[in-house]
């Protein structure tokens, strides 16, 4: 295999600047976790760089493992940062071992803190760390909209959306996601943070398994946290073929387990869809009952120059009266 070249990008210039523009989150003593670079508007496509309270995790696409020493050197140059992981993508054809890089400290393991909350990250899997940063308005409107709810936090992964739930004093939160890996990650998030679970609440199970049988016992929430990947895999207990991610049949569900009043929380991860067409697509998937009510987006450590790029969260409220 041929060696990468170091590439032209002056590191440190990029590394500052970013740095300078994310001024209002490093300053916000709130939060110690954010991303530190978005590549693919500032400078080094396929380069993102997050930072998980002392913890630095570079990820890329793009093979710049020449330039990893400097890399690191800017980054030291910005913030006293004890661990330095930087990972390559699968696509670059490399082993892991020859894409995963300690670049300092010894650390495999961080804890981050975002209004109020504490976050468990393991730097050195392949994919997400634990936490995702693009979604903190989310998790922080969650906080604030849960209390005395009864919510549903479906596509859970390590659990940060409900947890801002419970945060949040809900009345009860349900975490449902089908790894198994997860459900001690979760209990875990909820450990650090003090704050009381019963294990049965973490359910290891395929969403088109488990809703149609909560349909039928009766269950009713107050809140549904809908995060499905961008591509939700075809389910051995789906009846239709699952498309993209899946909002009319997901919908479909949580339009019955859903009491008067309450929300649907759901994110939009798919370019080919507009904010209005998801929206326009989960009212009518709900026969009129939700109904569009507020927007969130990433942070300004995501920049885009168009909006459509963007995480985007939308609120749906279950309106007592449907439309015609
Ligand atoms: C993008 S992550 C969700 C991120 C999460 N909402 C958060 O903010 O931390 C997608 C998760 O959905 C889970 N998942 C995918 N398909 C599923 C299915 N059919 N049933 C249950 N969970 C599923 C995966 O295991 C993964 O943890």
Not at 162 to 167: D, H, N, P
Not at 293 to 322: N, Y
């Amino acid at each position: 295999m041929m060696e990468p070249n170091t590439t032209a990008i002056d590191w440190q210039e990029l590394i500052n600047i970013a740095w300078e523009k994310r001024r209002p989150l490093w300053q916000n003593s709130h939060i110690d976790c954010f991303r530190v670079f978005h590549g693919y508007e500032e400078g080094s496509r396929g380069t993102v760089i997050e930072k998980f309270n002392d913890a630095a995790v570079i990820d890329y696409k793009t093979d710049i493992r020449e330039d990893l020493p400097q890399l690191r050197e800017a980054l030291l140059h910005i913030f006293p940062f004890k661990n330095i992981i930087a990972k390559g993508h699968q696509s670059l054809g490399l082993s892991l071992k020859e894409r995963t890089h300690i670049l300092h400290g010894n650390d495999t393991l961080a804890t981050c803190n975002e209004y109020g909350l504490k976050f468990t990250v393991k730097l050195d899997i392949p994919h997400n760390p634990g936490l995702y940063l693009d979604a903190r308005d989310a998790r922080n409107w969650i906080t604030g909209n849960s209390s005395n709810r009864r919510v549903l936090n479906l596509f859970a992964f390590t659990g940060s959306l409900g947890l801002s739930s419970a945060y949040g004093k809900a009345a009860e939160v349900i975490h449902l996601d089908r790894s198994k890996e997860l459900l001690p990650r979760i209990q875990e998030n909820y450990r650090i943070n003090n704050i009381k679970f019963e294990t049965r609440n973490f359910l290891r199970g395929d969403i088109y398994k488990h809703l149609p049988r909560a349909i039928k016992a009766g269950k009713k929430f107050d809140g549904i946290i809908l995060d499905p990947p961008p591509k939700v895999y075809q389910s051995p207990h789906a009846k239709h073929k699952t498309n993209g991610q899946d909002f009319p049949a997901l919908i479909k569900y949580c339009t019955q387990l859903l009491n008067p009043g309450g929300w649907v929380l759901g994110m939009l991860h798919r370019f080919d869809f507009s904010c209005d067409d998801f929206e326009d697509q989960v009212t009518d998937a709900s026969g009129g009952l939700l109904l569009p009510q507020s927007r969130l987006t990433s942070g300004i450590d995501f920049p885009e120059s168009m909006p459509d790029k963007k995480l985007r969260v939308s609120i749906f409220v279950a309106h007592s009266d449907p439309g015609p």
